[in-house]
């Protein structure tokens, strides 16, 4: 069965920082592009980035309103995608979901984790 | 970077109903445009992939069509629990979403 478990969610301030984790199982990690998706609160979804597989060289995209403030890794020995959030704002808040799939789109999901940024 | 516009933004429809829901990309995208189904509270569920491949397990009233910067998702005769918010999502990088269709009850 395909997991994907998101943790490391909580309240932080403006201009923060914080680290979330997605750990994968049931499928081969090292073979899939992960992504991260959000949802602000009554919002849409809005793609946040990717990583490519590492025969790839682990090639990252951003969306531009991340670029520069967050970063996307992977740890394919241990099937988890990471995170991590800084100079983080008020409009970052948002349910952060991780996604992947053997398709173009994205079959499995996180149940997602809650990111509050307020003072 | 490539925009997704939905329409319409959301609309009433009865249990038997047919639902069309449309994506228009603002440039062409061939056929890689994904349709997500997502329910309050729950994370997104992928319906169609590559603009028509219905994905595994989904009920066959949802079908697919379109390409290049057109694309329509089919809702043959609505079931209650096909009340729902709609996406489209777009696979060049960086990837895009719609802003969403909710289907309410009439």
């Known amino acids: 069965e395909v997991q994907l478990v998101e943790s490391g969610g909580g309240l932080v301030k403006p201009g923060g920082s914080l680290r979330l984790s997605c750990a994968a199982s049931?499928?081969?990690?090292?073979?899939?592009?992960m992504s991260w998706v959000r949802q602000a609160p009554g919002q849409g979804l809005e793609w946040v980035g990717l990583?490519?597989?590492?025969?790839?060289?682990?090639?990252?995209h951003y969306a531009a309103p991340v670029k520069g403030r967050f970063i996307i890794a992977r740890d394919d020995s241990e099937g988890i995608l990471y995170l991590q959030m800084n100079s983080l704002r008020t409009e970052d808040s948002a349910v952060y979901y991780c996604?992947?799939?053997?398709?173009?789109?994205?079959?499995?999901w996180g149940q997602g984790t809650l990111v509050t940024v307020s003072s | 970077d490539i925009q997704l516009t939905q329409s319409p933004s959301s609309l009433s429809a009865s249990v038997g109903d047919k639902v069309t829901i449309t994506c228009r990309a603002s440039?062409?995208?061939?056929?890689?445009l994904n349709w997500y189904q997502q329910k309050p509270g729950k994370a997104p569920n992928l319906l169609i992939y590559?603009?028509?491949t219905l994905q595994s397990g989904v009920p066959s009233r949802f079908s697919g069509s379109g390409s290049g910067t057109d694309f329509t998702l089919t809702i043959t005769s609505l079931q209650p629990e096909d009340f729902a918010t709609y996406y489209c999502?777009?696979?060049?990088?960086?990837?895009?979403f719609g802003q969403g269709t909710k289907v309410e009850i009439k």
């Open positions: 996604a992947t799939g053997l398709s173009n789109g994205y079959a499995w």
């Open positions: 049931g499928f081969s990690f090292t073979n899939v592009w």
């Open positions: 990583i490519k597989r590492k025969t790839e060289g682990e090639t990252i």
């Open positions: 440039q062409t995208i061939s056929n890689y």
């Open positions: 590559d603009a028509s």
């Open positions: 999502q777009q696979s060049y990088t960086p990837r895009t």
